[in-house]
């Protein structure tokens, strides 16, 4: 069954506005959370590491004020693109790691796609 | 730097076997792993290396060489259903990030 959960599978919206997406670890615990970006026939691109109970670390070039990202509990990590333009219409994914082996699982992710 | 590699596209007829390759270089080394993902859907896991040699999962079998940075997925028994991109993914021994190649686009034909 599914370890993490990621919510919503999709999202249309205008210009201008922000979207949340949610990222679950299911009956585990996740200090840690990642959050990736895929555009169409490309691999799978690292935004951030989310850090529960801390700031997010984000990778070169990914805008922190405009993917915010929120690790309030050791379950939930979110992802909030603020003031969306088309150009962030993308699949949104993220993962976590259950102990022992830490595999990054990942949720089913999230097709933004900004009018 | 980090550098993954494996083929763009590969294709197979059904019943058959097709080994998948992926070499990397990266500054640090904590595993590699193989994942499957069907057009618009998220990657599933499909196996994890840590050590140098063969880890078998049914039809799914994935081997590493740690000295020559090298790791194949081998699929044995073909079936449609295994139509997929295929992802190596390397994770960073000092910052545990996983690094992806672009993965194999594998088209499976009757």
């Known amino acids: ?115 | 730097g980090q550098n993954i590699d494996q083929p763009t596209e590969m294709t197979a007829t059904e019943g058959a076997i097709v080994q998948i390759n992926c070499t990397y270089q990266t500054s640090g080394f904590n595993g590699l792993f193989w994942y499957q993902q069907h057009a618009g859907e998220a990657p599933t896991f499909l196996s994890y290396n840590v050590l140098d040699g063969l880890e078998e999962k049914g039809r799914f079998s994935s081997f590493l060489s740690r000295s020559k940075g090298y790791s194949y997925l081998l699929l044995k028994e073909l079936q449609m259903k295994d139509s997929a991109s295929y992802l190596c993914a390397v994770r960073d021994g000092n910052t545990d990030k996983l690094i992806f190649g672009t993965g194999t686009r594998l088209q499976v034909f009757p």
């Not at chain 1, 599978?9 to 615990?29: A, N, P, W």
């Not at chain 1, 799978?44 to 309030?72: C, P, R, W």
């Open chain 1, 1 to 115: 069954g599914a370890v993490v959960s990621q919510h919503p599978s999709r999202v249309i919206c205008k210009s201008g506005t922000s979207v949340k997406i949610e990222c679950r670890s299911l009956d585990f615990q996740a200090t840690t959370m990642f959050w990736y970006r895929q555009f169409p026939k490309q691999s799978l691109m690292l935004m951030a590491t989310s850090n529960e109970g801390s700031k997010a670390t984000y990778e070169q070039g990914v805008e922190k004020d405009k993917f915010l990202i929120n690790h309030a509990s050791l379950t939930l990590s979110t992802l909030t693109v603020t003031s969306a333009h088309p150009e962030d219409s993308s699949f949104y994914i993220c993962s976590a790691s259950p102990p022992p082996k830490n595999i990054q699982y990942f949720g089913a992710g999230t097709r933004l796609s900004v009018l």
